[in-house]
């Protein structure tokens, strides 16, 4: 894989297809010292931000600058309760 190939992107995906999207994924995962090395190298199934955090990793590796940030997004339920 090259930073400079306009491949980038899928070459990266291309690994990911051997990877497993699993919201049952053995959480061992998330205590170790880095979850992303440890997903792509050790239980390679997990979910969205096992793949995110991964992808990070891969194009820092290739010295494309990365970041993953995460969030989340719940709507207002009601005006005076907490969410």
């Given at each position: 894989m090259s930073a400079n190939s306009p491949t980038v992107v899928k070459d990266v995906l291309r690994v990911f297809s051997q990877y497993t999207y699993n919201r049952q994924y053995n959480q061992d995962v998330d205590a170790a010292d880095d979850v992303a090395m440890s997903f792509l190298?050790?239980?390679?199934?997990?979910?969205?931000?096992?793949?995110?955090?991964s992808a990070v990793v891969m194009y820092r590796s290739l010295g494309i600058p990365?970041?993953?940030?995460?969030?989340?997004y719940v709507g207002q339920v009601n005006a005076d309760e907490w969410t």
């Open positions: 190298t050790e239980y390679k199934e997990g979910i969205c931000q096992h793949f995110a955090s990365a970041r993953y940030v995460g969030g989340l």
